[in-house]
């Protein structure tokens, strides 16, 4: 499964890898991907929606599924 976020409040490469890394640690993900430029990250595998958007949120960024 293949799941799509948008990523608000990131601003430089830390920030990208601090998601990547949050997102990474959320039980069930195969593999994430953050893209600064476009405010987005994709993660692949098994993961619970409301976990990826904790994980991020937990780091200070807003995260939502995107439609």
């Known amino acids: 499964m293949t799941v799509e976020l ?3 409040g990131m601003s ?5 890898k601090a998601v990547k890394k949050a997102l ?3 039980t069930g993900v ?3 991907e953050v893209n600064l430029a476009q405010g987005t990250a ?3 595998g ?6 990826l958007i ?7 960024y807003g995260a939502s ?3």
């Open 30 to 32: 195969e593999k994430a």
């Open 12 to 16: 430089c490469g830390h920030c990208e």
């Open 42 to 44: 994709t993660v692949e």
């Open 46 to 51: 098994t993961p619970d929606l409301q976990s």
């Open 6 to 8: 948008n990523i608000s």
């Open 24 to 26: 990474q640690n959320v």
């Open 65 to 67: 599924v995107r439609a």
């Open 54 to 60: 904790a994980a991020v949120t937990e780091e200070g």
